[in-house]
């Protein structure tokens, strides 16, 4: 006969009833503040449209509400770069504003250079090229040797019309990928456009001076007081022969004097921009700032130096990071030495200063020999001489070494 259960342990049966009751009320009470903590998931018997709102996810495509459960962080809310990842999805669907919406949440929450440059693409697509240029300026300012943005940029300028600062920035992508042939189009495409540019100026300067003059032989005028009279028929005729002589000649003189135009109209626009860069020379905060103006002032070693000085030494390794050239280095060492003599301690501190920039070594390492013998003969010649004070000197000696130069 079984044994029926004591009171004692009916009520440890109870107690433990109890003890799981209250278990499973608190799980429930903490499933339902996740919920509220939670942003409202969107409603998938909505009706389905092919207007995307520019201020919310996608909410009628399948996959897309998959991707947005998936893209968020532990606690249920988006992070910077799952903003990102679904502004790509987006861009990849051609759904270029809600691309951007997702980028610039992306910006708000972190801002990097890739969020910027995926933005300015976006802005592209859409054909927003000032915005598109300015994000690609944002994402310099944070990486100033990201490719992309740069690339990017040159393409937003050139349809702003802006084709000498879009060939600056092909050159200067060039310039850290020498080999993308992407941008070795863009930078062609860029100075096509440039050029015809200049050549249309001066062939309609040239056709309004032809009209002038056709003008003046037609209808008469006078000059300094004489009066001039159209040529008459029989004259005409008369001259006939003689003018059919040279016709060849002057048409070739014609095609010189526009050949000699377009050098003057260069020439006078490269002394225009020279002279403009002088008046503002205000210091650079970027590698990309500083070469645009060294590029600008090229040819005068003054102006150059103006714009070194103009930069506190100890801002140097800032300022280039990693973006700093073999043929910049170069450029500034020579520059350094046209105010050596009467500035002394700027000068070393330049060099100095140079040396504590990112990868500096690698750079001193891939110098031509050319290059070194130029340096060698710089030290040799200005900077470690018998007119060189004993304390810059020393400073000097060991900066050699750095420079690995030899004695």
């Known amino acids: 006969m079984a044994r029926a259960p004591s009171k004692h342990g009916r009520d440890q049966a109870l107690d433990f009833q109890g003890f799981l009751s209250d278990l499973q009320d608190w799980e429930l009470s903490l499933k339902d503040k996740d919920k509220k903590m939670r942003p409202q998931q969107p409603n998938k018997e909505a009706p389905k449209s092919r207007d995307f709102g520019t201020s919310s996810y996608s909410t009628n495509y399948e996959p897309m509400n998959t991707v947005s459960s998936s893209f968020t962080s532990e606690d249920g809310l988006p992070d910077a770069a799952s903003e990102k990842d679904l502004g790509n999805e987006y861009f990849k669907q051609k759904k270029f504003k809600e691309a951007i919406d997702c980028y610039s949440r ?54 702003l019309g802006k084709l000498k600062e879009s060939i600056e920035d092909a050159e200067f992508a060039l310039r850290l990928e020498p080999h993308n042939q992407e941008i070795k189009k863009q930078y062609a495409e860029a100075k096509s456009l440039y050029e015809k540019g200049i050549l249309q100026k001066v062939s309609g300067a040239i056709k309004i001076s032809e009209q002038d003059k056709q003008k003046v032989e037609k209808s008469g005028t006078t000059v300094n007081g004489h009066s001039i009279q159209p040529v008459s028929s029989t004259t005409q005729r008369t001259e006939t022969t003689a003018v059919g002589d040279h016709t060849k000649k002057i048409n070739t003189n014609g095609k010189q004097a526009s050949k000699l135009s377009v050098q003057e109209l260069a020439s006078r626009a490269a002394s225009r921009a020279k002279a403009l860069a002088a008046e503002n020379i205000t210091p650079p905060s970027s590698a990309y700032q500083f070469e645009a103006s060294w590029r600008g002032l090229s040819g005068d070693r003054a102006l150059q130096a103006k714009l070194l000085k103009a930069i506190s030494p100890s801002a140097l390794p800032q300022i280039f990071k990693n973006a700093l050239t073999v043929h910049i280095l170069v450029d500034i060492l020579k520059c350094v030495t046209t105010f050596f003599i009467d500035e002394m301690d700027l000068a070393v501190s330049v060099l100095e200063n140079l040396t504590k920039v990112p990868r500096f070594d690698t750079l001193i390492m891939f110098l031509s020999s050319n290059d070194k013998a130029d340096l060698a003969k710089i030290w040799d010649e200005v900077f470690y001489n018998e007119a060189t004070p004993i304390e810059f000197a020393e400073k000097l000696d060991n900066l050699r070494a750095k420079y690995c130069l030899k004695r």
Do not use: G, H
């Open 106 to 159: 992306s910006i708000a929450l972190t801002p990097t250079a890739v969020a910027f440059a995926n933005r300015a693409m976006s802005y592209i697509k859409i054909k927003r090229f000032q915005e598109a240029e300015n994000d690609c300026t944002e994402a310099l300012n944070l990486d100033d040797r990201y490719i992309k943005a740069y690339s990017r940029r040159a393409t937003a300028r050139k349809e």
